[in-house]
């Protein structure tokens, strides 16, 4: 399926499904498709990291981000993303993408996908880190659940987490 008739089927399933919580789990269902292979054909490296955006828009949609977003003018930005590729995901198989808000810092909120076959078994999990910007500049993850109405703490920071973010932190840029 082309990738712009899954982003309208996820923005109106979105926009018309059970909404969820800042911190529940968004389950979208897909299926690879032939545009979605490689030369090894088997489901593209990159095409993982395209569907993973469909569960950000979601998530962010569906916890009522999307309104917010849309009224005060914030932009979601991506900052990094990490991946690690476990099984394939061949022609026409069915496959679920869950996507949840892990923990967030004063900057940034991190946020887990794992894609998984139907039976369950894991082909791919990243971890993404995104913020929202504003016209004005930087909204930090404190007034973005403000903006919900919401007051969270956020849960605790996973060691992996931690580790990705002092390496990132580590890595010289080259011009």
Not at 77 to 106: K, M, N
């Amino acid at each position: 399926m082309n990738l712009i008739l899954r982003m309208i089927k996820v923005l109106v399933a979105a926009l018309f499904g059970q909404r969820l919580g800042v911190l529940d789990s968004s389950i979208l269902t897909f299926r690879v498709w032939p545009n979605d292979l490689d030369i090894n054909l088997h489901m593209n490296n990159g095409r993982y990291l395209t569907i993973m955006d469909l569960g950000r828009a979601d998530l962010m949609i569906r916890c009522g981000l999307g309104k917010v977003i849309l009224k005060r003018r914030w932009m979601p930005v991506l900052g990094a993303v990490t991946i690690q590729y476990r099984r394939s995901l061949s022609p026409f198989q069915g496959f679920r993408l869950r996507t949840r808000i892990l923990c967030w810092d004063e900057k940034w909120v991190f946020l887990e996908h794992r894609v998984e076959s139907l039976d369950g078994q894991v082909a791919a999990v990243a971890i993404a880190k995104g913020l929202l910007r504003s016209p004005a500049g930087l909204v930090t993850p404190a007034a973005m659940l403000r903006a919900l109405g919401l007051n969270l703490p956020s849960p605790p920071i996973p060691l992996s987490v931690s580790a990705w973010v002092s390496a990132s932190e580590k890595h010289v840029v080259i011009s």
